[in-house]
């Protein structure tokens, strides 16, 4: 089947399902009722309401009554609705044109089929409607909604008509500024140049007479809208802006109400004030204002009254005043007006809610968490200060039993001690002889003399370094931290046992390494590990019948760590002591207490180090200290 073909088939099927239905719709009228009520049921009593706005449908304050009464009608109304909506405009222009053309367009539209009411919005919409009726809609009834009283032309009402007016109370408009901020001098009046604003011009300063010599009143309404921009932006203190009506400015500039009320919020130094609903919200501070919910709810109910059947003649309203004053509480904090001068019963709108209402559970929670967490860390604390105390306690037992285990240590190098001592110090005896041999002489050669002098000089201080290395170690001092050079304190602690190795007739071998080594430590303690292990070392060759006697202590650098190795060609230690040979109190040595290697091992910890003890494949010891270098 073509497309031409389909759709020619669709449209013949379309048609006679529509006969159908009719022809059942009619047959059930026929037999249910006479010919009204099949005319009912054709137009499903079908009810068209006009709407004339007198400004343009989204020009406020007018467009949000329009809207809300749309939407009210839509609600309530118990039948179908034809809303149609037209805009008469003529009231935004300085110099209004021929109403005629609009006329007739009407007149064309609706002739043979006029509304069955019509709602005007706004003084110039009731005037048109009055003026235009009896050409247009004679019968029609009409309801003149958001009307100010003073603008109602009475004299052409008819009993087809209905009002729902409203009342402006300028006074208490001002009245209210002057409560809100007490020292206010100027009010500068923000309107346009329209006809309708011209009256409304003369209608205010003829109701704020009263409050002559309390305020002095600024108009705008012979400025152009920008410069009325500029001079809302810079004006002097203890002045305020009401926001009339801007539909056209002197320049003959058309604006939509809330967008020029937006740019001169935006740029205002002072607050704004209205006495439109419509405005609040978007710019101004608040007060009395007229409701949008009670005009619209009146003419709603006026409407449905009407199309109901009721006469508009029997459907009467008092002009409606200003409802309870209504404040936003963004613009009295960002103005600073105290909430506390507020008139008795009055709403604040737009607060933004505190932190706590935002989050209040998640606030709660978190003062949980932190609470719960502040136990813990309290507890971290005490324990963490607990802990510290026993490793001060703790390192000064170390530094204590350190030092009883250097007494001993030294102990065991007397005799080197006092080789070393009495080689400088005979050196020293003999060349002074000499010397003062050579001076009895006639002539004594003086450079003879002052090369003795100079080998009593070397000597001398020789045996003060000696003096000097066993005042270091023996000297009890708390534990120390600093940075400290391996190879120079395992140098200094070989110079102690290296009397001792030659007497004992043992190689003493040392080979630093060819690159600093820089670590955090106690050079006096790491001293004192290296000269346990080498008088063991020593010990170890000195029992073993060997003919090899020799004991090699070496450094150097294995990744980020520093080593000291100290090797010797003893017998070596026994599978079954590897494992115990660090443990307290054990020892192999006859007299030994077995603290030397346990005191080793604390301190090498103490220094975050490591300290393995291995046989070597050759035969021998092998002792291997690392520590963290300092990059």
């Not at 307290?584 to 603290?595: A, C, D, E, H, L």
């Amino acid at each position: 089947m073509s497309r031409r073909s389909f759709i020619a088939s669709v449209r013949s099927r379309t048609v006679v399902a529509a006969w159908l239905g009719l022809g059942l719709l009619l047959a059930s009228c026929i037999l249910s009722g006479p010919a009204a009520a099949v005319e009912r049921s054709l137009r499903g009593e079908l009810k068209r309401v006009l709407i004339l706005h007198s400004f343009g449908r989204e020009f406020r304050p007018w467009s949000e009554y329009a809207r809300s009464i749309k939407a009210e009608l839509e609600r309530q109304s118990p039948w179908p609705l034809d809303v149609q909506e037209h805009t008469l405009l003529s009231a935004r222009f300085n110099n209004p044109g021929p109403e005629a053309p609009f006329v007739d367009y009407l007149g064309s539209l609706y002739q043979g089929k006029p509304p069955d009411i019509v709602l005007s919005i706004g003084a110039p919409a009731a005037r048109f409607v009055q003026r235009y009726r009896a050409k247009l809609f004679p019968e029609t009834p009409a309801v003149l909604t958001v009307v100010e009283q003073r603008l109602v032309n009475r004299l052409d009402l008819t009993d087809n008509d209905v009002v729902v007016s409203v009342r402006n109370d300028f006074v208490a408009a001002f009245e209210n500024i002057l409560k809100l901020l007490p020292g206010t001098k100027t009010v500068a009046v923000v309107v346009g140049a329209s006809p309708l604003e011209k009256f409304w011009i003369d209608e205010v300063k003829r109701e704020l007479k009263p409050l002559e010599g309390r305020l002095d009143l600024v108009w705008y309404s012979d400025l152009p809208f920008e410069e009325i921009l500029k001079r809302a932006s810079a004006l002097p203190p203890h002045t305020v802006l009401f926001w009339g009506l801007m539909s056209v400015d002197a320049a003959g500039v058309v604006h939509e109400g809330d967008i020029a009320l937006h740019r001169l919020h935006a740029v205002a130094n002072a607050p704004i004030f209205s006495y439109q609903e419509p405005f609040f919200g978007n710019a101004s501070v608040g007060g009395p204002m007229h409701s949008v919910a009670e005009t619209s709810s009146k003419t709603v109910s006026a409407a449905i009254r009407i199309l109901g059947g009721e006469k508009p003649a029997r459907i009467k309203y008092e002009p409606i005043g200003f409802g309870s004053p209504k404040y936003d509480w963004r613009e009295l904090q960002r103005w600073g007006i105290s909430e506390s001068s507020l008139p008795l019963g009055s709403e604040i709108l737009f607060r933004e809610p505190t932190v706590w209402d935002r989050y209040s559970w998640q606030m709660l929670l978190i003062a949980a968490v932190i609470l719960i967490q502040a136990g813990f860390i309290s507890g971290l604390l005490h324990e963490r200060h607990r802990r510290q105390l026993a490793e001060i306690e703790s390192r000064q037992r170390l530094a204590e039993l350190a030092h009883a285990n250097r007494y001993a240590a030294v102990g065991e190098l007397t005799t080197s001690i006092a080789h070393e001592l009495n080689q400088p110090l005979g050196s020293i005896l003999t060349n002074a002889e000499t010397a003062e041999l050579m001076l009895k002489a006639t002539s004594p050669d003086i450079n003879e003399i002052r090369q003795i002098l100079a080998d009593i000089r070397r000597d001398d201080q020789r045996a003060s370094e000696v003096i000097r290395r066993l005042r270091s170690v023996l000297k009890k001092r708390p534990f120390e931290i600093r940075d400290t050079e391996l190879n120079d304190t395992v140098r200094e602690a070989i110079g102690l046992v290296t009397s001792v190795a030659d007497g004992r007739r043992i190689t003493l071998a040392y080979a630093p390494a060819a690159v600093e080594l820089n670590v955090k430590g106690d050079p006096v303690q790491l001293q004192q590990v290296v000269l346990n292990l080498i008088i063991n070392a020593l010990d170890a060759v000195s029992d073993a019948d060997m003919k090899k006697r020799e004991v090699s202590v070496s450094t150097g650098r294995a990744g980020s760590h520093a080593e000291i190795r100290i090797a010797d060609t003893g017998s070596g230690i026994a599978a079954g002591d590897l494992a115990n040979i660090f443990n307290p109190f054990f020892t192999t040595k006859p007299q030994g207490m077995g603290m030397g290697l346990a005191i080793v091992k604390t301190i090498v910890e103490a220094h975050r180090g490591t300290i393995a003890a291995e046989n070597q494949p050759s035969g021998g010891a092998l002792f291997t200290i690392r520590l963290p270098i300092i990059h």
